[in-house]
C-alpha cells in the first residue's frame, strides 16, 4: 500500500466527506480526486515519467495536498522542500538530489528565480496556485492532457521520497525512503492507535515534516485534514475547539507555548484521542501538566527519518494504569516497539545488552529505509547487519518500554529541528575574530535544547555575542542561530587534538537527569 492508495479508499468509501480544509477553501475526497488525477495525466502529458523526481515548494495549503498527492499518483519520487529552509539549503538539496520538475506556490516566486538559476537539473517549474515567475501556471501545466491518470502497480523496492536529513558535515543526507517503510509506519499507527470515521487531523508542523505522512493516515476511514489557521498556540488551541480535532502532532516547544498561555484552560479539547508529540523528547514535568490539561490523550512518537516516525509509540494505554492514574516510569520513556518493526538494545560489538542496561537503540525490519543517497559512508556506519543505529542511547525495560538517556551524536533538536553542529561552527568561525569554536545544545524550557556557542576569540580581539548570533542568523537562519554565546580560554581536547564536546556539555547538562532534553 502506497500514500497514494490510502487516499484512493478515502474516495471509494467516503467521496462526500471533507478531506481537505484551510483557510480559503475546502475539497471533498471527490473534488480532490478530480484536481489530482488531472495534475498526474499532465505530469506524465509533459513528458515525466515514473520515477521523476518532483519537489513541492509550497506553504500547508490544499494546493500542497493536491500537488503532494498529485505526483505521487504519477509515480514520481517525492523531493520535500521545507518552505522554512534557506533558499541556499533548497538550492542545496534539489541540485544534489536530482530534481527534474518543481511545483510552487506563488508566494515563493522571488525565491524561485534563484532556484531556477542554481539548478539546472529543473526541466520545469510549475505554479500551483495562480502566476507564477517561472514556467507554467498550473491550468497552462494541465491544458491539452486527460483528465484522468491510471496508477500502475509498484515495483518491488521502488522509492517514495528522498526525504532531507542533517549530517555531520553541515550538507543534509538523502533518506531513499521506499513506499515499504511508509506502509511499515501506517502499519504501527493503526496498531497502537485509534483512527476511525470522522477522524480530523490538525495540520501545524510543516507538511515537509511528519505532519503531512500522519495527515494521510486519515484518507482509509474518510477522515478530515485541517490546516491551522495560524503557526500560534491561541490558533492550535481555537481550531481544536472549532473544528472537533482528534489529533494533531506538534514538536514539545509548541506545547509548551501551549501550555503557558493565559488562555489555555478556556478551550474544549474533549474530541482529543491522540495528542502527539515528536521530533524531540518532550520535558517529564511538561508531559504531566499536559496530561491535566488536555486529558489522557497525550501520545509520544520515537523514530527518525531512516525509520519514519515509529519506532517506538506510547499511546495513552500504555501509561494509564487501570484505575486512570498515571505509571510515571512509562509516562518518562518513549514507548515500547512499533509492532511491525523491532527494537534492540546494543553495545558497541554489536551485542545486545540486559534488560536496564544502556546501549544504543537499534531498529530492523520494513520500517528501516533503503539507506542514504550517493553516500557509501553513512551507509556503513548507520546501516549494520541488518540493523540501523539510530545513534541515541536508551534503556529497555523487562516489559519492552524504552527510556532515552542520552545522544551518540552531535545532533541538536531544538524546537523540534534538527541543528548539526558542524554547520553552525562553520559560520561562527566565519567571523574574522573567532579561533575557533564548539557548538552544542544545553537544556532550555522553551526549545527543549538551545543552540550554544562556545568561542575561543583570537588574541588582542574582541567581539560582542550579539554581533556573533546576527551573522549566523544572517547565514542560516533563527532555527540554527545559537541562542546564547560563552566566551573561553580554550576548549578540552583528547591527545590527538579532537575538541571533547562531552565534556563541554558536562557543565551544562550537570544537573540534568538524563543528557538530552
Known sequence: ?????????GVAYHNENVAFVDSHTAYTFGEADAEIHKLAAAIHGNGFGKGTRVGVYAPNSNKAWIAMLGLMRAEGVWLPINPRNSVSTNIDLAGRFGMELLLYSSSFNELVLEIKENVPSIKQFVCIDGEGSVGLSLNEFCDGHPAFHQIGPPSTNELAAIFPTGGTTGKSKGVLMGHES??????????????????????????????GILGALHFPRGGKNVITKHVDPLSIMQDIEEHKVTHLFL???????????????NYDYSSLQHFMLGAAPTSFEKLKEAVQVF??????????????????IKAPDDYLKPDGSIDEARLKGI???????????????????????????????RLV?????????ANTESYKDGWLWTGDIGRMNHDGYIEIVDRRKDLIITGGFNVYPN?????????????????????????????????VLKPLTSVSAEEIIAMVKDALGSVKAPKTID???????????????????????QDQERAVN
Open 1 to 9: 500500500m502506497r500514500i497514494i492508495d490510502f487516499f484512493d479508499q
Open 182 to 211: 511508509l506502509e511499515t509506519m501506517a502499519a504501527n499507527y493503526f496498531s497502537h492507535l485509534n483512527y476511525r470515521e470522522n477522524s480530523v487531523s490538525l495540520i501545524v508542523a510543516p507538511m515537509t515534516h511528519t505532519a
Open 251 to 265: 514538536p514539545p516547544t509548541v506545547l509548551y507555548m501551549m501550555l503557558s498561555h493565559q488562555d489555555v484552560t
Open 295 to 312: 486529558g489522557p490523550v497525550m501520545t509520544e512518537i520515537y523514530g527518525q527519518v531512516e525509520a519514519p516516525a515509529s519506532i517506538c
Open 335 to 365: 514507548g515500547r516497539p512499533g509492532v511491525f518493526n523491532q527494537v534492540k538494545i546494543l553495545d558497541n560489538d554489536g551485542q545486545e545488552v540486559p534488560q536496564g542496561v544502556a546501549g544504543e537503540i537499534c531498529v530492523s525490519g
Open 369 to 377: 529505509t533503503q539507506g542514504y543517497l550517493n553516500n557509501r559512508d
Open 423 to 455: 554547520e553552525v561552527e562553520q559560520a561562527i568561525c566565519g567571523h574574522p575574530d573567532v579561533h575557533e569554536c564548539a557548538v552544542i545544545g544545553i537544556p532550555d524550557e522553551k526549545w527543549g535544547e538551545a543552540v550554544k556557542g562556545v568561542v
Open 487 to 509: 566566551f573561553v580560554a580554550d576548549l578540552p581536547r583528547s591527545p590527538n587534538g579532537k575538541v571533547i564536546k562531552t565534556e563541554i556539555r558536562k557543565q551544562y547538562w
